[in-house]
Nanobody, 119 residues
Framework: EVQLQASGGGLVQAGGSLRLSCTAY????????IGWFRQAPGLEREGIAT????????YYEDAVKGRFAVSRDNSKNVVYLQMNDLKPEDTAVYYC????????????WGQGTQVTVSS
């Protein structure tokens, strides 16, 4: 059974940092692009960062560019999302998902982890 587990969320003050982890079980992790998404209350889910499975290329949504960094350790089946200079508007449930390539639909989703940024 394929599972993705997002962890590392919590409560942090504005300007602080958190590192989220997305751990995968039951799939050839290195063969999948991994995306990070978030959903704030009352808003639609949005994609914020992606890391490719081919060359480790990364992509960021404008609101997080320069503050967030995504990386992967295929030997540990983990993708990280380092979040710096957090803002109250970053408060959301964060999810990770796996796709066979950057141009494919995401087919495996993890449960979310709550990130709350206080002002």
């Amino acid at each position: 059974e394929v599972q993705l587990q997002a962890s590392g969320g919590g409560l942090v003050q504005a300007g602080g940092s958190l590192r989220l982890s997305c751990t995968a079980y039951g799939l050839m992790f290195g063969h999948y692009a991994i995306g990070w998404f978030r959903q704030a209350p009352g808003l639609e889910r949005e994609g914020i960062a992606t890391i490719s499975n081919s060359d480790g290329s990364t992509y960021y949504e404008d609101a997080v560019k320069g503050r967030f960094a995504v990386s992967r350790d295929n030997s540990k089946n983990v993708v990280y999302l380092q979040m710096n200079d957090l803002k109250p508007e970053d408060t959301a449930v964060y999810y990770c998902a796996a796709a066979r390539s950057l141009s494919s639909n995401y087919i495996f989703w993890g449960q979310g982890t709550q990130v709350t940024v206080s002002s």
